[in-house]
């Protein structure tokens, strides 16, 4: 399975950012998702997940500004990310979200970079 995240990019605080990541393979259906960020000098962290069934967790720090969302016909997985904080500055990367059947290798991330 290949990994791609994109739209990232730089942006005020307080602004927004819909973030998309295409999966190759024919599982991606069965299989939960997720976002993850790495923000410099920390260990990457999970931002959101979502279920086959389209349950959906948030890490608390992003609870009620960011959405997860993911279109199974088209093998995609989005972030939309409102109200962001300087704080929300990491690269995001996309990835098999928490199961038994643990991660795939990590594909190129995205870049967001939110400004005071």
């Known amino acids: 399975v290949q990994l791609q995240a994109s739209g990232g990019g730089l942006v005020q605080a307080g602004g927004s950012l819909r973030l998309s990541c295409a999966a190759s393979?024919?599982?991606?259906?069965?299989?939960?998702w997720a976002w993850y960020r790495q923000a410099p000098g920390k260990q990457r962290e999970l931002v959101a997940s979502?279920?086959?069934?389209?349950?959906?967790v948030y890490a608390d720090s992003v609870k009620g500004r960011f959405t997860i969302s993911r279109d199974n016909a088209k093998n995609a997985v989005y972030l939309q990310m409102n109200s962001l904080k300087p704080e929300d500055t990491a690269v995001y990367y996309c990835?098999?979200?928490?199961?038994?059947?643990?991660?795939?290798?990590w594909g190129q991330g995205t870049l967001v970079t939110v400004s005071s």
């Open positions: 990835n098999r979200g928490p199961s038994t059947r643990g991660l795939y290798d």
């Open positions: 393979g024919s599982m991606f259906s069965i299989n939960p």
């Open positions: 979502i279920t086959d069934l389209g349950s959906t």
